[in-house]
């Protein structure tokens, strides 16, 4: 399932194109370390996730570092529990992940739709869950609230 789109845009980037590569096409939400827009690498016809790091993130030096360090860390080991960025677009003003486009439904989402989830399923993503902890360890990224 797709997300919906939206037409606000935080990070100001609707129809521009970032390093003459990336074209933001739709807003689809936020979290806590930034803004998340549908793109397009525009070379490639591709579509692609542009995660653009939120005015206090990047203000905060350790904090940014902590992000970079973790998307490096997620990028050297890819698997399935994982979105790894593709690249990293870095202006005096904004930080952008580029990562890949995924088709699907967030936990959130199945969630309201399905009501309770049956043992297996809940047992396969808490697998994939542990299997995700267990690689960023590996490289030696700890969560620390």
């Known amino acids: 399932m797709t997300p919906p789109l939206s037409t606000a845009d935080p990070a100001g980037l609707l129809g521009r ?16 370390l ?9 070379a490639l016809r ?3 996730a542009l995660r653009v790091l939120r005015p206090e993130v990047q203000r905060d030096a ?7 360090e973790g998307s490096q860390r997620v990028a050297r080991g890819r698997f399935d529990a994982r979105v790894p960025a593709d690249d990293v677009l870095t202006t ?15 936990l959130g989402s199945a969630l309201r739709e399905a009501g309770r989830m049956s043992w297996t399923r809940t047992r396969e ?3 994939q869950l542990g299997e995700a902890l267990a690689h960023l360890h590996s490289t030696g990224l700890v969560f620390a609230g």
């Open 17 to 32: 194109t970032l390093d003459g590569r990336y074209h933001a096409v739709a807003f689809v939400g936020e979290g806590e």
């Open 46 to 48: 591709r579509a692609c």
């Open 92 to 106: 005096a003003d904004r930080t952008t992940l580029v990562m890949p486009w995924l088709l699907g439904e967030d």
């Open 34 to 42: 930034g803004y998340v827009y549908r793109g397009e690498q525009t």
């Open 62 to 68: 350790a904090r940014l570092q902590r992000v970079m």
């Open 125 to 127: 993503l808490l697998l």
